[in-house]
């Protein structure tokens, strides 16, 4: 169960302010898009989220809890990249065991998790290979299972699909798709690409300069009357 809200948050580097006050509520399963240009915002906020970056003022609360000042490892939530960030001297087996084995899970449990990942990902025949011996859906496709063994509640995904070429894009979206399902995880998600918006949002957040400026279904978004 995960229930974000999001109050008044603001972060700044330096002397320059990236985001001004962002409210919001999420809740527990809920799929929800950020759309925005450019420079925005959206992963400054993904990482404040993860605990990746502290945030300037405001707060934020994950079911009831005050998370500002909790480690990225206790906070029950996984992030995947756009750029993969898996580990290049490891094979699929243990950059998938890594961060699992940090949470102090024992081997057994472990295996379990990955083979269960690595079913739900069909990564079955793929780890023992190297990151550089995989393609660029599979990489994700890897990124995204070594995020899952940890269980988190929230998922944070930051342009997952904007390295790969159009026919894997699909693949790996129905991929997304399939897991918020199957696991039923609070999914937060970021991307340039309306189709993704449209095709996986429950909600979709659209920013712009360091604001949300509008919140609404795809339908209430994108459908001109
Ligand atoms: P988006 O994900 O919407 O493209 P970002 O969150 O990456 O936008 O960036 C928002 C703004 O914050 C940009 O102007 C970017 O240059 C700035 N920014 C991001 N990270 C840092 C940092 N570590 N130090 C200084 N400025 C940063
Ligand atoms: P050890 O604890 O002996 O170092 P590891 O669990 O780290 O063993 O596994 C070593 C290698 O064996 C991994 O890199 C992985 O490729 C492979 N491996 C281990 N367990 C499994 C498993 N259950 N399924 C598939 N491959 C596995």
Redesign the pocket.
Known sequence: MAQLSLRGIK?R??N?D?LHGIDLEIGDREFVVFV??????????L?LIAGL?PISDGDFFLNGQKMNDVPPSRRGIAMVFQSYALYPHMDVYENMAFGARLMGLDKPEVEKRIAEAARMLRLEPLLQRKPRELSGGQRQRVAIGRALVRKPAVFLL?EPLSNLDAALRSDVRLEIARLHHDIGGTMIY?THDQVEAMTLADKIVV?NA?RIEQVGSPRELYETP
């Open positions: 972060k580097f330096k320059t990236v925005g240009p450019s420079g925005c915002g959206k992963s400054t906020l990482r970056d930051d970021v920013m360091g």
